[in-house]
């Protein structure tokens, strides 16, 4: 809970530091910040876990680890992004604050415990990200995004919200346990109603998490949105989205899962082939990555689709790597960008003789994103196999397997660029300290957990 | 020292030294190390005990929420892999001396070595699988940065074609991983799984693809000649001498004895893939005009030959596929540094543009028709025991063996045939204008090609050795089998 006020009273703070003008110490400052809330959710680590607040949220490991990765997540972008906010407008603080909001709603996401909580944290997340996607206000592909995001987000809100309205009108209450309990003591006669309840939250979450056929918004508003903040959209709020779908699937959902595993298996294989396929025609890296995240978020449903013990660490360490890997991915091509001046995937020609450290760097992202040993990425794509194997899916793993080939092939394309194409440009990209250290950072964790995920996995 | 770990370690320290060295002693510097990796290997060598036993056998725990360990060790069908890994690798570094590379090169190199070790040493899936793929990326770097023509599309094929593969693999590991209750990755414990028909059939198929892709076996070959061809002649060297050897090393460690039953059922299917692979590449070599290209389908019939040995399920004919995983190893990075040294000479490699070489270079002549006696298979040079071997096995194998082993046979012919045709067209006949010129091999090429011929004439005229290696451990596999 400290987190939660932590972060919630450090976004005003940041309002007022920006009031006053003290530009230097917004960056600092959120930084302490969000190392408080890490801190805080540390000490709870070592509590024992209740709901607090009438069962309005539960910080359990479950909660906690993924708090903390969303928040971890967040201070590297928030190091990237000291530059970046500066070349695009004035009212850097407003940035901070919003980024600190949509935060405070992602760890509410993770840790709700009512459905209440479930529909302010995703609201509170979002509406933060509507204003920024469109922040930049000069610009129309920003705008489009932005529109785009806000309709497609509150449709899918709507959705949600009514899904929880049937859920309540079976069981009269908003409270997981509860509504937990309503299963078990109705093993036989569970009301229709709750049936098209549980449809209704799983499109309104697909939504969220922006999987095929729920995945139209994604592509163009990833690609509209300046790009941290599709960073931050693409790691932390996906994140969050998926721990509160696997909380909700995990915990309450479980005994009825002959009823939406065929739903979600067929979301699923869409899910995989459609992100996969598009991401191979794109020409645009950023695009690509827009698209490849769709097809990443089909991987991470695996994990739900046989919910077992394994789940959570699954998705917790295929998240992890995950989220480094696009972090480097994005600040890479916000290097790009600004040097070239396009983000298709030529302006990467040549980068591997300009720039070798930045381009090993990108190569460790690409290949843990494309699932290669000894990177985080092969980790979290085993676990989620296994996870799958656990329920004898193997038709599905066979599918998965034919989509990882061709992702292999779409992210190889980078550092085929990077290392194997030339260009005209001869002047090295200028990497500033801050960026230095996210790369760093970044590209050490993920060699790290693929050498010896147990860091992770003992969690 | 009997740590096998230093033999993992030391490729890897290697590759990170390597990778800081900007100018070009790095070649030495890479020579000295594999060189040490070598003396570092002999104590194994030697105070291996040949029986079925696995040694060195060494365990950590490694990912232990998912109870999986670090196990590696030896036995008799991994050390001669790892003694051929070790033993071909400073002559490949050696054999790059003509192309002025730089550290990053031989860093690719060494990482791509620790990979082939952990391939060959792990004694668990999991790392397996791990070296498998760290074997697959510095290969892909050095054919695509430092290879010729469409290199780029060509590489990208064979990553996701053996990508594809590997996943596979993947799939059938994290199934046996679960069928031995979800804790334990060892070979041990998976090689002891008794499973159903069913799951037997589908595991069988998915590892088997997996290492027909590396191998390559036909028809699953496309990506071979094409790779092979565009490669570095330093990559090509690694590719046909070492990393091919990973597949059908899989054959015998991860297939046939996790899944016996099935071998029972497909195993035919795969014995005439090879033969069909025999046949098909010794037409297609004796068409080629090109002398890598030539050697690449050559290739394929001689491994072709090996795996069909393998699936002969008898003593000689897997005990011969061992012999002549070596054997070939041997003979084809002498055929590609051959191949090399003439093309770095005379500026091309196509056969109609060489000719009477052999008045030019002598030393070269007469080096090159001893590694080519032995690629063919004449008495008293390695290929005559292997090849021998070989068919001896196929010729006992349970059905329809002595079919096998005349179709299989005819690659002595055609393997005559494709061979001198060869030597024919680059050492005899007239010499062309333009290579007037040309001097003979000097210095450290005459060491490789020396090195290469004695090795040839060595391991034909005293074979025991190596076989002496390798028995008990196969036969203790086949006793498993049956």
Request: glycine share 8%; net charge neutral.
């Amino acid at each position: 809970m400290g987190a939660i006020i932590t972060l919630s009273l450090l976004g005003i703070f940041i309002l007022y530091l920006g009031l006053y003008k003290a530009k230097n110490a917004l960056l600092p400052v959120s930084i302490l910040g969000l190392l408080l809330a890490l801190g805080f959710q540390g000490y709870y680590w070592t509590v024992e876990a209740v709901p607090l607040y009438k069962g309005m949220v539960l910080f359990d490991h479950f909660a906690l680890s993924f708090s903390i990765l969303c928040i971890a997540l967040t201070v590297l972008i928030l190091l990237l992004s000291k530059e970046y906010f500066k070349a695009i407008s004035d009212h850097v603080a407003e940035y901070y604050t919003l980024i600190l909001f949509s935060l405070t709603g992602a760890i509410l996401v993770c840790s709700y415990h009512n459905f209440a909580m479930l529909f302010i944290g995703l609201e509170i997340m979002s509406v933060a990200l509507y204003i920024l996607a469109g922040i930049r206000r000069n610009d129309k592909a920003s705008n489009e995004a932005s529109l785009k995001y806000f309709l497609m987000g509150a449709f899918s809100t709507g959705l949600l919200l009514f899904g929880i309205t049937l859920l309540y009108g079976s069981t009269g209450s908003f409270d997981l346990a509860a509504i937990k309990q309503y299963i078990i003591d109705n093993p036989s006669n569970i009301s229709p109603m709750f049936y098209g309840g549980i449809l209704l939250l799983l499109v309104g979450l697909c939504f969220k998490v922006g999987v095929a056929p729920f995945h139209f918004w994604t592509p163009d508003v990833y690609d509209g949105s300046p790009i941290l903040i599709t960073t931050f959209m693409s790691t932390v709020v996906k994140i969050a989205s998926f721990a509160g779908f696997l909380k909700l699937f995990s915990t309450v959902l479980v005994p009825l899962n002959e009823f939406w595993t065929p739903v979600l298996l067929t979301v699923v294989i869409i899910t995989l082939f459609i992100g996969n396929v598009s991401a191979l025609m794109q020409t645009s890296f950023k695009r690509m990555l827009a698209y490849s995240s769709i097809s990443h978020a089909g991987y991470m449903l695996f994990a739900i689709l046989s919910i077992g013990p394994n789940s959570a660490s699954g998705i917790l360490t295929y998240s992890t790597a995950y989220g480094l890997a696009s972090i480097i991915a994005f600040a890479a091509l916000i290097l790009v960008k600004r040097q070239i001046g396009s983000d298709q995937f030529e302006s990467f020609n040549g980068l591997g003789k300009r720039n070798p450290w930045l381009a090993l760097v990108v190569t460790v992202a690409m290949l843990s994103l494309a699932g290669i040993p000894l990177t985080a990425g092969f980790i979290g794509k085993f676990m989620m196999f296994s996870n799958v194997m656990n329920d004898y899916h193997t038709v599905l793993l066979v599918l998965a397997a034919i989509n990882a080939a061709v992702g292999v092939y779409y992210y190889l394309r980078v550092v085929v660029h990077m290392y194997f194409m030339n260009s005209k440009e001869e002047q090295s990209i200028q990497i500033s300290g801050n960026f230095q250290v996210v790369f760093v950072i970044a590209a050490i964790l993920t060699i790290i957990l693929g050498v010896y995920p147990d860091l992770i996995l003992a969690l | 020292m009997d740590n096998l770990f230093i033999l993992l370690l030391l490729p890897v320290l290697s590759a990170i030294v390597l990778a800081f060295v900007k100018n070009t002693s790095a070649k030495w510097i890479a020579l000295i190390l594999s060189l040490v990796q070598i003396g570092l290997t002999l104590p194994f060598v030697c105070s291996f005990v040949p029986d079925a036993s696995i040694q060195f056998s060494q365990s950590w725990n490694w990912i232990e929420s998912l109870g999986i360990r670090f196990t590696i060790g030896l036995d008799g069908i991994s050390l001669p892999m790892l003694i051929l890994t070790n033993g071909l690798i400073p002559l490949i570094i050696l054999a790059s001396f003509g192309h002025e590379q730089k550290g990053g090169f031989y860093s690719l190199i060494a990482f791509m070595q620790a990979g082939l070790v952990l391939v060959f040493v792990s004694l668990d899936a999991f790392s397996f699988y791990i070296g498998w793929e760290a074997a697959l990326i510095p290969i892909y770097f050095i054919c695509a940065l430092w290879g010729e023509g469409d290199r780029i599309r060509i590489n990208l094929k064979f990553f996701v074609y053996t990508f594809f593969g590997s996943l596979l693999m993947l799939i059938a590991i994290i199934y046996l991983y679960q069928q031995t209750g979800g804790r334990d990755m060892s070979w041990a414990s998976i090689s002891n799984l008794t499973l159903t028909d069913g799951a037997q059939n589908w595991v069988f198929w998915a590892f088997f693809i997996a290492f027909a892709i590396k191998i390559p076996l036909f028809p699953l070959h496309s990506w071979q000649p094409d790779t092979y061809t565009h490669a570095p002649s330093t990559g090509t060297m690694l590719l046909s001498g070492i990393m091919l050897k990973m597949g059908l090393f899989g054959l015998l460690r991860w297939l046939l004895p996790v899944v016996p039953e099935a071998i029972g059922r497909y195993g035919q299917i795969a014995l005439i893939m090879g033969i069909v692979g025999v046949v098909y590449g010794s037409i297609i070599a004796f068409k080629m005009k090109d002398a890598k290209r030539l050697i690449a389908y050559s290739s394929i019939a001689h491994v072709g030959l090996i795996a069909a040995g393998i699936f002969s399920l008898t003593q000689e004919g897997i005990q011969g596929a061992i012999l002549q995983m070596i054997n070939h190893g041997i003979s084809v990075v002498g055929l590609f540094f051959v191949i090399d040294i003439l093309e770095r000479r005379c500026g091309t490699r196509d056969l109609s543009a060489l000719g009477g070489l052999a008045s030019k270079m002598p030393i070269l002549a007469a080096t090159f028709l001893i590694i080519i006696m032995g690629a063919i298979g004449l008495p008293l040079t390695n290929g005559f025991i292997g090849e021998f071997l070989l068919l001896k096995g196929i010729f006992s194998a349970p059905e329809h063996g002595i079919l096998f082993a005349v179709i299989g046979g005819t690659t002595l012919i055609f393997g005559a045939v494709y061979m001198l045709r060869f030597f024919q067209m680059t050492m005899l006949g007239e010499i062309k204008d333009n290579n007037v010129a040309v001097t003979d091999v000097r210095g450290y090429e005459v060491l490789i090609l020396g090195v290469i011929v004695i090795l040839v004439i060595l391991i034909g005229v005293l074979p025991n050795g190596l076989l002496h290696l390798s028995e008990a451990s196969v036969s203790q596999l086949l006793q498993q089998i049956k």
